[in-house]
């Protein structure tokens, strides 16, 4: 591969008595989008605040764009962009305003008028802050991760909070940004994003990266099975359901099973005959190529949601 | 420096679009000096221009509320956090907004010299040098003290009474609302501790008694002391994170911005200087002045507010 853009080693953060990192390590090409898939709370916005040279770690190596974040914060912060999680915007400050004063910070910037083309942001120009919707606001955000056409970009948990239909928008315009070959870390607790827009992921979990691939690499771990996902009117006995005909893996969570199948006609008919022996009751029955969610599942017996 | 730039220009902008601003930062103050120029000294211009002194004075240290709210709302709502992201720095940040503050504040007090002319016939304005001087002064330095208290306090609730309990004195105690030689004896002895005090005299006597800058060197030189101690000790206790915590050190820093008044206003009660001056300017009211010989009023006593 390439050279690395950002390399982090045996990362470790510790809030009081609280270890939100916990040794992480990963790097991340030139190029590549990378994504940190977790759920709320793994570590990931520590993580990525202490890459940006906002927090200090307790230990770790880390580099970025060749940089200390911590020791050359000043000189990082022209190398890289983000859209941060809770942060906000004065109410009163109109969409141009804020990108032209923002590009004045920089050594390096970028022409406002064509971010705000590119955004689609361009009826918006003076529109004040507060009266953008939230996926407006976004994409403002991402705007302004821009203005000075940075090496790096931060997006964390890009879309969290909206709703599918504008975060279908902020997927379309992270697209564009990897076809343009910009490098691109991600935290995301969304199993579709990572799925979607990153060329390799890091499953994160409280504060250790437990699985790290590509989305296909990571999916191949649950093995050409299928996922299977029923609720039943009564609890069955443990550890019956895994013996169903082509059952590799069984699982309780929240109330339902989840079950991975390497036949799964044959897992159904099964279970059907051994619930009607039992005087059970199917109630539903979902069936699922495997996502990231169940590697997710596999390594940590969680759902990401929780 | 151009960031120091920009966001000065940018904080002017939001300041004038802000409602509460213009209220705080025109009307009240409006208010003030109708009913000190108006009510309190009758339009006499000699009253007038004695009230003069602590109206300014009144309007200056209103800096205080408009920049500690503001700081405190901004890293309440993450905008900070969003300049934290850019190489911007805290002085940046702070400067900024002094400067900006300041620049709003010169026209209203232009305006109420203006009117004292133009409706009360105050026919000068004393010392021009001292006052533009103390006005510099008052405003750095008690905006400083704004942001100290927005750096000492952790919800916007905790500011708002922090800075009652500062303003409450400061106001009433100073002799910015009532002539401090009308105050009972020990309130006088403590006033000399505060830092209002020497601002509403030091104006007071540059637009009253015309004292030239020399002879307020004393007023002078410890306000100026205590602005930049008070904004060293702003950018020391700056935090972008709302959820930063101020360490232990912070609030024995914030103490220490109450170190200059403390030991003059030692001084002052063995010395009673100060004291004594504000006295004789109270009593210099006896003997009319500047106005046109009344032929037939020898028999008329002497116009006093209290």
Not at chain 1, 272 to 280: M, P, T
Not at chain 1, 297 to 305: A, F, P
């Amino acid at each position: 591969m390439g050279n690395p853009v950002l390399q982090v080693e045996n990362l470790v953060k510790r809030y009081g008595d609280v270890e939100a990192v916990r040794g992480v390590s990963f790097s991340v090409e030139e190029g590549e989008v990378f994504g940190l898939l977790g759920p709320n709370g793994a570590g990931k916005t520590s993580t990525v605040e202490i890459l940006e040279g906002l927090r200090d770690p307790d230990s770790g190596t880390l580099s970025v764009c060749g940089l200390n974040p911590q020791r050359q914060s000043n000189e990082l912060k022209h190398e890289i962009g983000a859209a941060l999680q809770s942060t906000s915007l004065p109410d009163k400050i109109r969409v141009m305003e804020a990108l032209r004063l923002f590009a004045s910070f920089y050594k390096r910037r970028r022409n406002p008028e064509e971010l705000l083309k590119r955004f689609g942001l361009e009826e918006k120009r003076n529109t004040f802050y507060h009266q953008l919707s939230g996926g407006q606001k976004q994409r403002l955000a991402l705007a302004m991760a821009l203005v000075n056409d940075p090496k790096v970009l931060f997006f964390d948990e890009p879309t969290a909070g909206l709703d599918p239909q504008v975060r279908r928008e902020i997927y379309d315009i992270i697209e564009e940004l990897r076809r343009d070959k910009k490098t691109i870390l991600i935290t995301t607790h969304y199993i579709e994003e990572a799925e979607r827009l990153c060329d390799r992921v890091a499953i994160v979990d409280h504060g250790k990266v437990i699985a790290l691939g590509t989305p296909r690499e990571l999916k191949t771990r649950s093995a050409n099975t299928t996922r299977i996902e029923v609720r039943l009117s009564k609890p069955v006995v443990d550890g019956e359901l895994k013996t169903l005909e082509g059952v590799v893996d069984a699982r309780v969570l929240d109330g339902s099973y989840v079950l991975h199948s390497q036949r799964p006609p044959r897992t159904i008919v099964d279970l059907v005959k051994r619930l009607e022996a039992e005087n059970n009751e199917l109630v539903s029955l979902e069936i699922a190529s495997p996502s990231l969610e169940d590697v997710f599942i596999e390594l940590t017996g969680r759902r990401l949601r929780d | 420096m151009r960031n120091f730039a920009t966001l000065t220009r940018t904080r002017m902008l939001l300041a004038l679009r802000n409602r509460m601003f213009f209220f705080f930062s025109v009307i009240f103050p409006l208010v003030m000096f109708f009913l000190y120029g108006g009510v309190f000294a009758k339009g006499k211009p000699q009253l007038v221009s004695y009230f003069l002194g602590p109206v300014i004075a009144f309007n200056v240290m209103g800096s205080f509320w408009g920049l500690s709210v503001a700081l405190v709302m901004f890293r309440e709502q993450g905008i900070l956090r969003r300049f934290h992201i850019a190489p911007v720095s805290a002085t940046d940040m702070l400067a900024s907004s002094v400067l900006a503050n300041f620049v709003l504040t010169l026209p209203t007090v232009f305006l109420e010299l203006f009117l004292s002319w133009a409706i009360f016939h105050v026919p000068n304005f004393g010392n021009l040098l001292s006052l533009t001087i103390f006005v510099v002064v008052g405003t750095v330095s008690f905006a400083s003290l704004g942001l100290v208290v927005a750096s000492v306090t952790n919800t916007m609730q905790e500011t708002q009474v922090i800075n009652q309990l500062i303003w409450l004195p400061l106001i009433f105690l100073s002799g910015a609302t009532l002539p401090l030689a009308y105050l009972p004896q020990s309130v006088q002895r403590f006033a000399v501790f505060l830092p209002a005090t020497y601002l509403v005299n030091a104006l007071q006597s540059a637009l009253y008694s015309s004292f030239s800058i020399w002879k307020l060197m004393e007023q002078f030189s410890c306000l100026l002391v205590w602005a930049l101690l008070t904004f060293f000790v702003a950018t020391q206790l700056f935090r972008w994170e709302p959820e930063a915590k101020i360490p232990r050190r912070g609030k024995l820093l914030a103490l220490a911005t109450a170190l200059p008044f403390f030991l003059l206003g030692a001084w002052e009660n063995g010395r009673g200087n100060l004291l004594a001056q504000s006295q004789a300017t109270f009593h210099s009211l006896d003997t009319p002045r500047d106005n046109p010989p009344q032929p037939s009023a020898p028999a008329q006593r002497p116009d006093k507010p209290f």
